[in-house]
C-alpha cells in the first residue's frame, strides 16, 4: 500500500558498497520522466551521476548537508531552465518526490540534497558549484540532488497515531474536523 510506504520512507544518509542495477536505474529515471508538471510543460533536466569522482565534487557542493552523497551509489541532479516554467521549481520538487518514492518500492534509500539558495563552505553559490561539475548549462537551475543507494542504516517508519492533525484545518484555518 502506499501509505506504508510513505510511512517507511525516511532520508537515508549512509549507503551500502552495493551496486544499483540498470533496471532500477531505468524505473527511476522513468518515475522522473512521468512526473506531472504545470500545463505540461516539463521544464525539467535530470542529470544522473554514477562516477565516484562526480560523486566526491557534488558532496562539497554545500557547507552541510551534502558530504554523505561521496558513499552514494548513484545521483539524480534535478534542474530546469525557468524560461519554460515559471513555476520550475514546484515542477522539479514534484519530479524529486517521484524519484524519491520509486526509490523506496524499488528497496533503495533516498536523500533530497537542497541545492537552490544555498552556498558552500567559501560562500560560492551551490547552484553555481553544481552547474560547473555538471557542464550544465548557464540558462538551467539547479533545485537538489538526490543521493541513491542501498541503505546501510535502518530508520523507524513513522506512526500514523503520531501524525499532528493539529496541522489540518476544516473549512477554514483553526477549525478542527469534525469525528
Same mark, same amino acid.
Given at each position: 500500500m502506499?501509505?506504508?510506504? /510513505?510511512?517507511k $520512507? *525516511?532520508?537515508?544518509r ?10 532500477q536505474?531505468q #524505473?527511476l /529515471?522513468? #518515475?522522473?520522466?512521468?512526473?506531472p508538471?504545470? *500545463?505540461?510543460?516539463?521544464?525539467w533536466?535530470?542529470v544522473?551521476?554514477?562516477?565516484e569522482e ?11 548537508g551534502?558530504s554523505?552523497?561521496a558513499?552514494?551509489e548513484?545521483?539524480? #541532479?534535478?534542474a ?17 518526490t517521484?524519484?524519491?518514492?520509486m526509490?523506496e518500492?524499488?528497496? /533503495?534509500?533516498s536523500?533530497?540534497?537542497?541545492i $537552490?539558495?544555498?552556498?558552500r563552505?567559501?560562500g560560492e ?9 555538471l557542464?550544465l548549462p548557464d $540558462?538551467? $537551475?539547479?533545485? #537538489? ?5 542501498y ?5 523507524e517508519?513513522?506512526? /500514523? ?11 477554514s484555518?483553526?477549525q478542527?474536523?469534525p469525528?
Open positions: 502506499y501509505l506504508k510506504m /510513505l510511512q $520512507r *525516511r532520508s537515508i549512509k549507503y551500502q558498497d552495493k551496486e544499483v542495477s540498470g533496471e536505474i #524505473a /529515471l522513468q #518515475a522522473a520522466l512521468l512526473s508538471s504545470s *500545463r505540461g510543460q516539463r521544464p533536466q535530470f544522473l551521476i554514477d562516477q562526480v560523486l566526491e565534487e557534488l558532496a562539497e557542493a554545500k557547507a552541510g551534502s554523505f552523497l558513499g552514494a548513484i545521483a539524480i #541532479a534535478v530546469a531552465d525557468p524560461e519554460v516554467s515559471d513555476v520550475w521549481v514546484e515542477d522539479c520538487s514534484i519530479a524529486v517521484h524519484i524519491q518514492m526509490a518500492d524499488l528497496g /533503495l534509500g536523500c533530497w540534497i537542497q $537552490r539558495r544555498r552556498q563552505q567559501n553559490s551551490s547552484e553555481d558549484y553544481v552547474r560547473k561539475v557542464a $540558462r538551467l $537551475r539547479v533545485l #537538489a540532488v538526490v543521493a541513491l543507494g541503505a546501510d542504516e535502518v530508520k517508519a513513522y506512526e /500514523l497515531d503520531e501524525l499532528n492533525y493539529d496541522k489540518v484545518h476544516y473549512n484555518y483553526g478542527e474536523i469525528n
